[in-house]
């Protein structure tokens, strides 16, 4: 089975050429809403972030870019961060750059993500946060399997106004636990 990568798209590592995407996106403000980033990234930051971005077990954070395999366009980001090794959860967010939305690109870069979680990371669960108002990306996260389980509320503040946040997870059902005798 090879990880990271079906038809369409590939999931790969972070290199020193995505420098320009992740200026462009981390700098954005209208992606900073959903977030927790309140302020813009210098480009010495991002490739000091880019230069050591190794190993998802010692940063806890993994960030993948999305690549359109028949062009080789880079079409945006998918994170998993917070890894959790005792819990066995990591959490999920994914930035498509607009040229390249409604396309499907977000949905298979989730499932990949999540595949690779599950069968590479072994791990129980993938987990995100929605803010209540994000009807596309319910949508997407929806379409993959995600189920909404929780609710916070008033958590996020956008345009002077309180929003619901929506907890989504996504459970590998392939996990066995063996309970000793």
């Known amino acids: 089975m090879i990880y990271l990568e079906n038809k369409k798209i590939k999931l790969r590592a972070l290199e020193p050429e ?3 995407f992740l200026y ?12 927790n980033n309140i302020n813009p990234y210098s480009r010495y930051t991002l490739k000091c972030y880019i230069e050591n971005s190794h190993s998802i077990y010692e940063q806890k954070q993994l960030r993948m870019m999305i690549e359109e395999k028949d ?3 880079v079409v945006g980001c998918v994170d998993l961060f917070n890894l959790d090794i005792h819990n066995l959860r990591v959490g999920i967010g994914i930035l ?34 929605i803010a209540a108002n994000n ?3 319910v949508k997407v996260f929806e379409k993959v399997g995600f189920k909404k389980n929780g609710i916070l509320k008033d958590w996020l503040l ?3 106004n309180f929003v619901d946040t929506h907890i989504y997870t996504l459970l590998n059902n392939k996990h066995f636990f063996h309970k000793p005798d």
């Open 18 to 20: 995505d420098l320009d």
């Open 24 to 35: 462009k996106w981390e700098n954005d403000t209208k992606f900073w809403k959903e977030g």
């Open 71 to 73: 062009s080789s366009s």
């Open 96 to 129: 498509i750059d607009e040229r390249f939305s409604n396309k499907g690109f977000a949905t298979q870069a989730i499932g990949l993500s999540c595949q690779y979680a599950f069968d590479f990371l072994h791990l129980h669960q993938v987990y995100c946060h």
């Open 135 to 137: 009807f596309a990306s």
């Open 158 to 160: 956008i345009e002077n």
